[in-house]
Structure formats: structure tokens, C-alpha cells
T-cell receptor, first 110, second 115 residues
Framework: GQQLNQSPQSMFIQEGEDVSMNCTSS?????WLWYKQDPGEGPVLLIA?????ELTSNGRLTAQFGITRKDSFLNISASIPSDVGIYFC??????????FGTGTRLTVIP | DVKVTQSSRYLVKRTGEKVFLECVQD?????MFWYRQDPGLGLRLIYF???????EKGDIPEGYSVSREKKERFSLILESASTNQTSMYLC??????????????FGPGTRLTVL
């Protein structure tokens, strides 16, 4: 069945450092979504990617849709304490459904 | 601003109780979803609905049922709560699409503890 592997599972970084995380799929996706979940809250959509090779930014966040269409990357530049949370990638799972990665838990040390 | 609300942020129930979790969206979305989230397991789909009175089983429907009597409201029901249903429950909604634009919008979650 479909597999969505997200890495790393967790990261501990110093404030000001850049962060990179990625997601790989066992099959081709036409869409990649990146969500962030603050502690105790629901996930919020950060970036949506619809085209292979696409690079999209949202403030300090940049996400890329891999050319193979089986992977995607999320980068956060100059991390700040409020970046802490769980970051999820997601891709289509049939009509109107999504597969979610298991998440990358980010801790930012002031 | 898009909004998905859930009836409770925190809930404590006893084993065997019937539990209702309510979700309301104000975006006129056709699709609504219930997930549970557990450490190390990510988001797992319990049930979803494409339209009023329609429901489809997700990956882990056992022990749960749902109700969608109105377009904006999707209820998750635990007929007889058990301790292994202690979890964070997340509701989401999205527009119906024939393509891959499946962006889902989430509520704040309900943290349910079953004692």
C-alpha cells in the first residue's frame, strides 16, 4: 500500500538555525501539502504545491515539489521559538482524501 | 476567515459511556473528516463524509460511528468508550474536488481521556 515517509522524526535546533525536513512517497503525487501543528492545536496548512519542480515560499518557509513527484522538502530559515511544533507532509489518497506523514517534531532552543 | 470548530477542547469520560464529539464548519464544504492522533502514529482516518447522510469508513472505524444530518455538522460517536480510545480527535473539512486539490482545514482538536 501507499507509504509516506517523513524525516527526521524529531529535531532539536538552536534559535537562528535553518531547518530542513523531507517527505518521500512510494508512488507519484500530483499535490504536496505541508501543515504545521502547534502544541495542543489542530494542523494548519502552510504551503500547497501542485507542480513538479515547484518552489514556493511563505515567509521564512520554503517548500519544493520534487522533480520525481515522489518527494517534497520543507526548509525553515532563521528559526525562532514560535516555529516549535509538528510539521506534517500530506498527499492525495484517492478522491478527496489525504495521506499524512508521521510528522517531524521541531524543538527550538532559545 | 475559514473556520472549523469542535465542541470541546478537553473531555474526560468513563469506560462504557456514550461519547459525542461535534464538529461544525462554516465554509460550505462538502467533505468532512474525523481523525485520531496518537504519538508515533500520526493522523489516522476514522470516518469521512462527502455529503449529507453519506459516510465512508476510514482506516480505523472500529468502535466509532458518525452522523451527518446537516452539511455543516459532522458528529463522531463512541458508543461505549474504552480506555484505548483515549486520544486527540481532529475534525477537518474540504471542498469536493475531481482533481488533487485536497486541502483540508482542521479544527483545534478534542483531547479525550477515557478512565
Amino acid at each position: 500500500g501507499q507509504q509516506l515517509n517523513q524525516s527526521p522524526q524529531s529535531m532539536f535546533i538552536q534559535e537562528g538555525e535553518d531547518v530542513s525536513m523531507n517527505c518521500t512517497s512510494s508512488s507519484i503525487f500530483n499535490t504536496w501539502l505541508w501543515y504545521k501543528q502547534d502544541p495542543g492545536e489542530g494542523p494548519v496548512l502552510l504551503i500547497a504545491l501542485y507542480k513538479a519542480g515547484e518552489l514556493t515560499s511563505n515567509g521564512r518557509l520554503t517548500a519544493q515539489f520534487g522533480i520525481t513527484r515522489k518527494d517534497s522538502f520543507l526548509n525553515i530559515s532563521a528559526s525562532i521559538p514560535s516555529d516549535v511544533g509538528i510539521y506534517f507532509c500530506a498527499g492525495p489518497a484517492g478522491a478527496n482524501n489525504l495521506f499524512f506523514g508521521t510528522g517531524t517534531r521541531l524543538t527550538v532552543i532559545p | 476567515d475559514v473556520k472549523v470548530t469542535q465542541s470541546s477542547r478537553y473531555l474526560v469520560k468513563r469506560t462504557g459511556e456514550k461519547v459525542f464529539l461535534e464538529c461544525v464548519q462554516d465554509m460550505d464544504h462538502e467533505n468532512m473528516f474525523w481523525y485520531r492522533q496518537d504519538p508515533g502514529l500520526g493522523l489516522r482516518l476514522i470516518y469521512f463524509s462527502y455529503d449529507v447522510k453519506m459516510k465512508e469508513k476510514g482506516d480505523i472505524p472500529e468502535g466509532y460511528s458518525v452522523s451527518r444530518e446537516k452539511k455543516e455538522r459532522f458528529s463522531l460517536i463512541l458508543e461505549s468508550a474504552s480506555t484505548n480510545q483515549t486520544s486527540m480527535y481532529l475534525c477537518a473539512s474540504s471542498l469536493w474536488t475531481a482533481g488533487d486539490n485536497n486541502e483540508q482545514f482542521f479544527g483545534p482538536g478534542t483531547r479525550l481521556t477515557v478512565l
